[in-house]
Structures are given as C-alpha cells and as structure tokens.
C-alpha cells in the first residue's frame, strides 16, 4: 500500500507574505489601538518634512479599516495573484505590487488631501486586470480584456460619480489602469 506524504508548499512566495504583512498590519492595528494603522498603513496629506510620509507612500496597502476589509482584499489577491507570479516571475510581480501602491499613493497625497487611504483594493484591481491580459497574443485584444475594463473599472467609474461613501474607487481605477500598463509591458 502506498503511503501519501502531504507537504505544504510556499509556492506564490509574494502573493503569500504580502497577505501575511498585511494581517500583520493589522494585529498590530489592535495591540496599539489604531496607531500603526494611522500613522504607518495610511497615506493622508502631510508635511514631506516628516520621515513617515514617505514610507506611507507605499506602506498603505498593507492596512486594513476592519478583518472583513483584509478579508475582501485577500481573498481576490490569492486567487487571482498566485497564477500571476507564476507566469511573470516573482520579482516582476513584487514591483508591480510596489509601483501600483506607489502610484496610488501619490494620486491620493496629491489629490485629495483631506481624506486618508489604506487597503490593498488596488493591489487587487491591477492583478485582475493584469489576469485578464495574460493570455494576450500578438496582434489580438482579449474579450476578458475588454470585459474587465468594461465591467470592473467601467463600474468604479459610475461608483465614483454616482456614490457618497467610503470606497476609494479612484484606488481601484488607478490599479487597473497600472495593471493594464505593466501587464502590456511585462509581456513584452
């Protein structure tokens, strides 16, 4: 009789400690009472004179209002994310990451300076957009290219004009809008 041997494999090592940093952050929101979240996983405008602003920049994605805003977050990223790092490599992946935090980052220091940010919502848009271009082949647009653009960002569109709350939807366009520019540039 043949004997099974079950191993546990860390096999989308981004994808994974990014959600492990990200839950992270969010323990520590609870051990000092909201104050990593506020001054560390938050981006807001600030004074450029002091040293957090700038870790901020980047460091947003990795906070997290509530369990069930992680939750939602995460849940898309390892779907969608691990298929990603597979077909595009580890390190393209991480910078991908870094440049979308970045880039959204600084739309909201720049452009809304009352309002604070934080979550990996456009981490996740970039990685569905970035999904959806992955099967691309010379010379065609994907269906699901289009479908995406139209359904999801299309959808954040009218959110963003339509509705008063408190979802960033010009997060989730500018990750969408990077995961189309460097899903196209990464293929190449």
């Known amino acids: 009789m043949r004997r099974w041997r079950l191993h546990l494999q860390y096999n989308s090592p981004v994808v994974l400690t990014f959600a492990l940093l990200a839950l992270a952050a969010l323990l520590l929101d609870t051990l000092t009472q909201g104050w990593t979240t506020q001054n560390l996983f938050s981006v807001y405008r600030c004074s450029l004179s002091d040293p957090l602003s700038y870790p901020r920049f980047v460091l947003h994605v990795l906070g997290h209002a509530s369990y069930s805003h992680y939750i939602n977050n995460m849940m898309m990223i390892l779907v969608v994310g691990p298929p990603l790092e597979e077909k595009y490599g580890s390190a393209s992946l991480f910078w991908a990451i870094f440049l979308t935090a970045l880039v959204s980052g600084m739309v909201q220091w720049l452009f809304f300076p009352s309002i604070a940010l934080l979550g990996a919502s456009g981490i996740a848009f970039m990685m ?5 271009l992955s099967g691309m082949k010379d010379g065609t647009i994907p269906i699901t290219l289009i479908l995406v ?9 009218v959110d963003g004009v339509v509705l008063s709350d408190n979802v960033s939807q010009l997060t989730h366009i500018v990750g969408g809008l990077c995961g189309a520019i460097l899903g196209l540039s990464m293929r190449r």
């Open 128 to 132: 569905i957009v970035m999904s959806s």
């Open 149 to 157: 653009m139209v359904l999801y960002v299309g959808g954040e569109i």
